[in-house]
């Protein structure tokens, strides 16, 4: 959908090294959320936002962090990647909390 | 934390064929939301269902709050209804967050 995009759609790196996926929204909406996708565990939440500067840990936040300086722009940083954090990351956004989410294409992560 | 289990993991259809989602949540909810994630891996959100039924095209939804459980049906299946459908409710303790169950993957054969 053109409302919101990731970037990178797929990158692959080295254990060790920082990685910064980016998600961008054109909705104005004010939650952003960071998903991890992965095998038997469907989507689980690694850190939202609910204003600028306003962020909160999910259920799988250890390992990862997340800036949002500007409504639109939301980034999750892996301080130091390692092969646990292979995955298909998703940001979605919402304009009310938990209701009509909607989703970017998401972002393939291999750390080798 | 709340528990969102989704029934069958696995569904193989015949095109044409009706079929029956089920989702099962652990405690009382005031949102639940179904979503379809293609082949591609795009997610789509289907409906935001609280309580009640709702309808759109050949899939409906219906939530009974009361008995922690909702529903997906999709008629007539096509091959473009394959993918994952995965189920949502509010985390416990946040309202600003969704717990998703694993997921039932869908494929439908022409």
């Known amino acids: 959908d053109a409302g919101i995009t990731q970037s990178p759609r797929h990158k692959v790196t080295e254990t060790g090294t920082p990685v910064t996926l980016r998600c961008h929204q054109t909705?104005?909406?004010?939650?952003m959320y960071w998903y991890r996708q992965d095998p038997g565990h469907g989507l689980r939440l690694i850190h939202y936002?609910?204003?600028?500067?306003?962020?909160d840990k999910g259920e799988v936040s250890d390992g990862y962090s997340v800036s949002r300086s500007k409504t639109e722009d939301f980034l999750l940083t892996l301080e130091s990647a390692t092969s646990s954090q292979t995955s298909v990351y998703f940001c979605?956004?919402?304009?009310?909390?938990?209701?009509?989410?909607?989703f970017g294409s998401g972002t393939r992560l291999t750390v080798v | 934390g709340i528990q969102v289990e989704q029934s069958p993991p696995d569904l193989i259809l015949q095109e044409g064929a009706n079929s029956t989602l089920r989702c099962n949540f652990s405690?009382?909810?005031?949102?639940l939301q179904w979503f379809h994630q293609n082949p591609w891996g795009q997610l789509i959100n289907l409906f935001y269902?609280?309580?009640g039924t709702k309808q759109n095209g050949r899939l409906s939804a219906t939530t009974v709050a009361t008995e922690r459980y909702s529903l997906l049906y999709i008629s007539s299946s096509q091959t473009t209804d394959s993918g994952v459908y995965f189920c949502?409710?509010?985390?416990?303790?946040?309202?600003?967050?969704?717990?998703f169950g694993s997921g039932t993957q869908l494929t439908v054969l022409p």
């Open positions: 979605a956004i919402s304009d009310a909390g938990q209701y009509g989410y909607t």
């Open positions: 909705e104005n909406h004010r939650y």
């Open positions: 936002s609910y204003g600028v500067k306003d962020t």
């Open positions: 405690d009382s909810v005031n949102n």
């Open positions: 269902i609280p309580s």
């Open positions: 949502a409710v509010p985390s416990s303790g946040s309202a600003r967050q969704l717990t």
